[in-house]
């Protein structure tokens, strides 16, 4: 390991700046009373006993580490609770292979859950890490059971000491604070493998660790050091000083950190531009607070953190003997990097995004689990990026062509340029190059569900898989229908549930003209792409016209963005009286329609018509990561938003992905 370094770069005051309204905050599990109670009823009415950690898994269930109850309790996506291991007895736990429930604990400490859906547990008390495999097995992958330090061995030969605060990074290897040791170890329980990455000249009791899936960063709450420190390739770096004993962190995906400073009664805020807020708790002890805003309420020695797939903050609020839960958190207005090193290629599957190569990264889209599908166009591939970070090909050999359907997507050849997602999971991709539209179902298989292979434009009325296509992008709506461009045809056609394709908007002349009426009557100019509403209206970027076109269910058209001037100065102006050339465009969580102006804004058309930039400094030098929306460069061809609300685009050239917050 190289020569470790320890670098101070960022002073805090004692007492960070209130963050304005970030959430309300409300119990989530936990009357106050102190005892173990209530399994099968709500977890609202059961009795916890000073929880100390939570985490969440992809189902949406909620472990909770019962501290001084000896268990750890499960919380269902209904809000129902029960124990999912130990007796409640305070016992050494030394049985292996039985059921959790069977098998006693001492103290829980801290709960995990990896990618498979096994739950990890640190028994501080008892020097053990123990996993419950998705069969409901307990068994030791750490510890032996006996206090104490005897180097850096076989994880199962490492005696512990209060081992807390699991993590796990993008490759799968697990992370945990050795607190009474006064070390941060690493185990790759693959290789069957135990290191130390933070040695006791470094740390000083810590008592949790968080790894960032967007660049790999590790953070450790240095508990008595009153910090939190950031180890990036051997070196160390205090990123929060000034707390009063800090035992939880958790990231959320834009990479913010939340830090329990338990000995302050708050959760601090750290921005991935290094602003810190003080995010919940007024700084008093109590239990107060609960359905106002979170930075008005009361708390009492908070200690484990966790954000759930929708973006809330779970707190073990520990001597309340409750979970809080705070939702309706507010996103800043920062741009962060997502993906790609911006470097021209292909590499990085399986391992992180950060640290990917793109080659023209051309569309993206969310599938229903959070992960994000990427159009790799130059790569020939298309490739997934998961809610843990790690970048993977689930579609396409590297070669541009057709070899065939019926096979799983990564065997064949694709030549993708859009990407869409159903509702079910299943990806269609848009192959202008190839002339078909394919679909990857939700099994990995790929067929064709539109096009011949010969390009043109032919079909209406009939089979979309005799029909010829050339289609840059294309939208599915909650049914199922798929809405894709014709851009060099002048159209936007429709593939209904029964496979039947027929025009939507456009004569298929190019010009401008048929607002008011029925859209098929319509003149476009180079649909470039489509986007939906929860209403059902279609909205096409009419790139060649410089507008933004609507059509209703019923089939009218009419323009809503742009007089069909080319100019950029639209911001505070109402979008129809104004120039604008839009690319891009995407409807948010909201219904409110976002669009790219030229290649410098990213803007959207608010409630009252008004234009609005929300990123974007006319530049194109593909800079301002970490920094204000308003700041940054924001070049973008391609745009989608995740579940937490933040907006993800690429401009595909910069052979990156970022996304901004939008409040």
């Known amino acids: 390991m190289a020569a470790l370094s320890t670098v101070l770069a960022l002073v805090v005051p004692a007492a960070p700046a209130l963050a304005a309204d970030l959430g309300v905050i409300s119990t989530f599990a936990g009357t106050g009373d102190y005892d173990s109670a209530g399994?099968?009823?709500?977890?609202?009415?059961?009795?916890?006993?000073?929880?100390?950690?939570?985490?969440?898994?992809?189902?949406?269930?909620?472990?909770?580490?019962?501290?001084?109850?000896?268990?750890?309790?499960?919380?269902?996506?209904?809000?129902?609770?029960?124990?999912?291991?130990?007796?409640?007895?305070?016992?050494?736990?030394?049985?292996?292979?039985?059921?959790?429930?069977?098998?006693?604990?001492?103290?829980?400490?801290?709960?995990?859950?990896?990618?498979?859906?096994?739950?990890?547990?640190?028994?501080?008390?008892?020097?053990?890490?123990?996993?419950?495999?998705?069969?409901?097995?307990?068994?030791?992958?750490?510890?032996?059971?006996?206090?104490?330090?005897?180097?850096?061995?076989?994880?199962?030969?490492?005696?512990?000491?209060g081992p807390m605060g699991l993590a796990f990074d993008s490759s799968g290897r697990l992370y945990f604070a050795d607190k009474d040791n006064d070390r941060i170890r690493l185990v790759d329980l693959a290789a069957n493998k135990l290191e130390t990455i933070a040695a006791p000249d470094k740390v000083n009791y810590p008592t949790d660790v968080a790894v960032n899936a967007l660049d790999g960063a590790v953070y450790i709450a240095d508990t008595d050091d009153n910090k939190v420190q950031k180890l990036v390739n051997g070196a160390f770096t205090t990123v929060l000083p000034n707390l009063d004993h800090p035992t939880g962190l958790a990231l959320d995906t834009a990479g913010n950190l939340y830090v329990a400073d338990s000995g302050h009664n708050r959760v601090q805020r750290l921005a991935q531009n290094g602003t810190a807020t003080s995010f919940a708790g007024t700084g008093t002890s109590g239990a107060a607070g609960d359905g106002g805003q979170a930075s008005a309420a009361q708390l009492n020695s908070p200690r484990g953190l966790a954000v759930t797939r929708s973006g809330d903050i779970l707190i073990g609020d520990h001597d309340n003997s409750k979970v809080r839960r705070i939702t309706g958190k507010q996103i800043d207005s920062i741009v962060y990097p997502v993906a790609g090193t911006g470097e021209w290629g292909f590499g990085g599957d399986g391992g992180p995004a950060m640290t990917a190569k793109f080659a023209g990264p051309?569309?993206?889209?969310?599938?229903?689990?959070?992960?994000?599908?990427?159009?790799?166009?130059?790569?020939?591939?298309?490739?997934?990026?998961?809610?843990?970070?790690?970048?993977?090909?689930?579609?396409?050999?590297?070669?541009?062509?057709?070899?065939?359907?019926?096979?799983?997507?990564?065997?064949?050849?694709?030549?993708?340029?859009?990407?869409?997602?159903?509702?079910?999971?299943?990806?269609?991709?848009?192959?202008?190059?190839?002339?078909?539209?394919?679909?990857?179902?939700?099994?990995?298989?790929?067929?064709?569900?539109?096009?011949?292979?010969?390009?043109?434009?032919?079909?209406?009325?009939?089979?979309?898989?005799?029909?010829?296509?050339?289609?840059?992008?294309?939208?599915?709506?909650?049914?199922?229908?798929?809405?894709?461009?014709?851009?060099?045809?002048?159209?936007?056609?429709?593939?209904?549930?029964?496979?039947?394709?027929?025009?939507?908007?456009?004569?298929?002349?190019?010009?401008?003209?048929?607002?008011?009426?029925?859209?098929?009557?319509?003149?476009?100019?180079?649909?470039?792409?489509?986007?939906?509403?929860?209403?059902?209206?279609?909205?096409?970027?009419?790139?060649?016209?410089?507008?933004?076109?609507?059509?209703?269910?019923?089939?009218?058209?009419?323009?809503?963005?742009?007089?069909?001037?080319?100019?950029?100065?639209g911001e505070g102006k109402k979008a129809t009286q104004t120039g604008m050339y839009p690319s891009a465009i995407v409807v948010g969580p909201d219904d409110t329609l976002y669009f790219s102006d030229g290649v410098a804004y990213i803007r959207k058309i608010d409630a009252a018509g008004v234009v609005v930039t929300l990123a974007g400094n006319g530049k194109t030098d593909h800079k301002g990561d970490g920094g204000p929306a308003l700041l940054a460069s924001a070049m973008a061809t391609t745009m989608a938003f995740d579940q937490a609300g933040y907006l993800h685009f690429s401009n595909g050239e910069p052979n990156r992905i970022r996304k901004v917050g939008v409040s």
């Open 39 to 161: 399994d099968g009823g709500q977890a609202t009415a059961a009795k916890l006993r000073s929880p100390a950690d939570v985490a969440t898994d992809a189902a949406g269930n909620t472990y909770i580490a019962d501290w001084w109850g000896s268990k750890v309790r499960k919380v269902s996506p209904q809000g129902v609770i029960t124990t999912f291991a130990g007796t409640g007895d305070y016992a050494t736990g030394d049985k292996e292979n039985v059921p959790a429930t069977s098998a006693t604990m001492k103290t829980p400490a801290s709960v995990a859950v990896d990618r498979a859906g096994n739950v990890y547990v640190a028994d501080a008390y008892d020097a053990r890490i123990r996993k419950v495999g998705t069969d409901g097995l307990i068994t030791t992958v750490v510890g032996t059971g006996t206090e104490g330090f005897n180097g850096d061995l076989a994880p199962r030969a490492t005696n512990l000491s």
């Open 362 to 569: 051309n569309s993206i889209a969310f599938d229903p689990h959070g992960n994000l599908i990427v159009a790799d166009m130059v790569n020939n591939r298309v490739r997934r990026i998961g809610t843990n970070g790690v970048i993977t090909t689930i579609g396409g050999t590297g070669e541009e062509g057709y070899d065939g359907d019926n096979k799983p997507a990564t065997q064949a050849k694709v030549a993708p340029d859009g990407v869409a997602v159903d509702r079910q999971g299943n990806i269609y991709v848009a192959e202008w190059r190839g002339s078909r539209i394919r679909k990857i179902s939700t099994t990995g298989i790929i067929t064709t569900v539109a096009g011949t292979g010969t390009y043109g434009f032919s079909g209406d009325g009939g089979p979309a898989t005799s029909a010829m296509v050339a289609s840059t992008d294309l939208v599915v709506d909650p049914a199922g229908n798929i809405y894709l461009t014709s851009i060099n045809h002048n159209r936007v056609r429709k593939i209904d549930t029964a496979g039947i394709i027929t025009t939507v908007a456009g004569t298929g002349e190019k010009g401008f003209g048929g607002d008011g009426g029925p859209a098929t009557a319509a003149k476009l100019s180079a649909p470039r792409e489509v986007a939906l509403d929860k209403a059902g209206n279609l909205y096409i970027s009419d790139e060649q016209n410089n507008r933004i076109r609507k059509v209703t269910p019923a089939g009218v058209i009419t323009t809503i963005g742009g007089n069909g001037e080319r100019t950029l100065a």
